[in-house]
Structures are given as structure tokens and as C-alpha cells.
């Protein structure tokens, strides 16, 4: 009995795994290159102000911006619970704040998952003439965003940000952990329901 109970432990552990290396692995990538717009999946505001993940997503498409890789900065997310302000807005005016022209940044303010920041921000972008993207997350959620990036049929790719500071190395196992399920959701339960 303790053998088949190692083996159903083994056959559930060991994919977890590979698959939170393959994420990790994935996460050290960044394809950071000329672009028209970056597009920022949404995170938590905290009383109008940016979480710490979402702010250091918003500076790093703000570097991306200041460096010239992308004219334009696409912000997606809507309101949580308890939130007065979409994540969007929150983030536009983060950057207005810290020296972006407004002009050059575009919301959407209705999507709740990562699925739907991309369509909508794809919507966006088509209606403003923007082809090729920048997708700003942080590392870990990368290798799930540019799937669905992919899936919706964007010339997109991976600029993740290097400055996100975990509290400790469980947190960071945690969040590797959770991606990893998420992936894991995404490929079993929802990939069918993109529609390109």
C-alpha cells in the first residue's frame, strides 16, 4: 500500500516539477526589442496606488518607453473588489505622473484575468494601428501570457520585469507554485475559449 501511494505521489509531484522549471527557465527570458506599444497585464491597486508587482511592471514599460523600444503603452485591467478605480486608469495615471505623455498610453478597463487583458488590449491596439508588442509582466507569468499572446495570433514578445522584490524565498516558491497551476488551468480548462 505505501508503494502505491509513493507511485500516485510521484505521478502527481514529478510534473509539477518539470513544469515549474520549464516556467522558471522560461522566466529568464526577454526578448525586449523595438515594438509599437507595450502592453502591461493588469495587477492589485491598493487604495488608488499600484501594488508593488503592478508598480514595478508600470516602471518597466515606463524604461521601455523612455528607451524608445515602444511609442506606446497599453495598460489593461479593470476594478477590484473594494476598488473605486480600474487597474488600468490607476497605471496610466502612474506614468502620466512619472513623465509619459498621455497621448502616448491607451487603457482597457474590463478585463479580470490575463486571457482577457490580452484580447482587450488586442482590440485596443487594432484600433489604433499597432501591430507589434512588448508583453510586461512579471517573470514567472511570462511563459503563460506569450501562449495566450500566441493563441490570439499577436506578434508579441517577452519583457519581463527584473525589479519585483520577494519578500523571501518562500513567497517566490509560492508564486512559482501558483503560476504553475495557473499554466496548468489555462492549458486544460481554458485555452479553448480564446477566440481569435
Do not use: C
Not at 487604495?47 to 518597466?60: A, L, Q, T
Not at 493563441?151 to 527584473?162: C, F, I, K, N, V
Amino acid at each position: 500500500m505505501k508503494r502505491i501511494i509513493l507511485i500516485v505521489g510521484l505521478v502527481f509531484t514529478i510534473p509539477v516539477i518539470l513544469q515549474a522549471w520549464e516556467i522558471s527557465r522560461f522566466a529568464q527570458l526577454d526578448e525586449s526589442r523595438p515594438a509599437d506599444a507595450a502592453i502591461v497585464l493588469g495587477a492589485g491597486v491598493w487604495r488608488g496606488r499600484p501594488s508593488p508587482v503592478f508598480r514595478e511592471r508600470i516602471n518597466h514599460a515606463i524604461l521601455l518607453y523612455e528607451q524608445g523600444l515602444v511609442d506606446y503603452l497599453v495598460f489593461t485591467g479593470g476594478i477590484g473588489n473594494r476598488d473605486t478605480e480600474s487597474e488600468a486608469a490607476v497605471a496610466r495615471d502612474y506614468a502620466i505622473d512619472n513623465g509619459v505623455p498621455a497621448e502616448a498610453i491607451l487603457i482597457e478597463e474590463s478585463s479580470t484575468s490575463t486571457i482577457e487583458n490580452l484580447q482587450n488590449a488586442q482590440t485596443v491596439a487594432t484600433e489604433n494601428n499597432l501591430n507589434t508588442f512588448l508583453l510586461v509582466s512579471t517573470p514567472f507569468h511570462m511563459k503563460r501570457a506569450i501562449l495566450i499572446s500566441q493563441d490570439l495570433g499577436m506578434e508579441a514578445y517577452t519583457s519581463p520585469t527584473r525589479t519585483i522584490q520577494w519578500i523571501s524565498p518562500l513567497t517566490k516558491g509560492r508564486a512559482l507554485l501558483q503560476e504553475t497551476i495557473s499554466y496548468w488551468r489555462f492549458l486544460f480548462f481554458t485555452r479553448n475559449d480564446i477566440q481569435t
